[in-house]
Nanobody, 124 residues
Framework: QLQLVESGGGLVPPGGSLRLTCAAS????????MGWYRQAPGKERELVAS???????NYADSVKGRFTISRDNNKKTMYLQMNSLKPEDTAVYYC??????????????????WGQGTQVTVSS
């Protein structure tokens, strides 16, 4: 069973920090591009940051200089270090990955996978 599981969300005051983790599990052959998205109440889901398997990264303008995305390919894990958090960063954060995995009949399958989300709340 292919799964992406996020952790590390919570409540922090403005200016605080959090580190999100996304762990992938299952019969994974390869993890290609991965990314963090977020969705605030009443707003559309937006890309926060993305990272390739070669560790090339991109950021939304709103988080540049404050957030850092990274990944450990051996551990099939991705991270988002969030510093200098602002109230407008409040959202549910989702992990996304382009995955190639082996299905139950040993076929290679490529798919886009999402985690269940983790809540980040920035408030005093």
């Amino acid at each position: 069973q292919l799964q992406l599981v996020e952790s590390g969300g919570g409540l922090v005051p403005p200016g605080g920090s959090l580190r999100l983790t996304c762990a992938a599990s299952g019969n994974i052959v390869r993890l290609d591009d991965m990314g963090w998205y977020r969705q605030a109440p009443g707003k559309e889901r937006e890309l926060v940051a993305s990272i390739s398997s070669g560790h090339d990264s991109n950021y939304a303008d709103s988080v540049k200089g404050r957030f850092t995305i990274s990944r450990d390919n051996n551990k099939k894990t991705m991270y988002l270090q969030m510093n200098s958090l602002k109230p407008e960063d409040t959202a549910v954060y989702y992990c996304h990955a382009d995955v190639v995995y082996l299905n139950y009949v040993s076929e290679y399958v490529a798919m886009k996978s999402w985690g269940q989300g983790t809540q980040v709340t920035v408030s005093s």
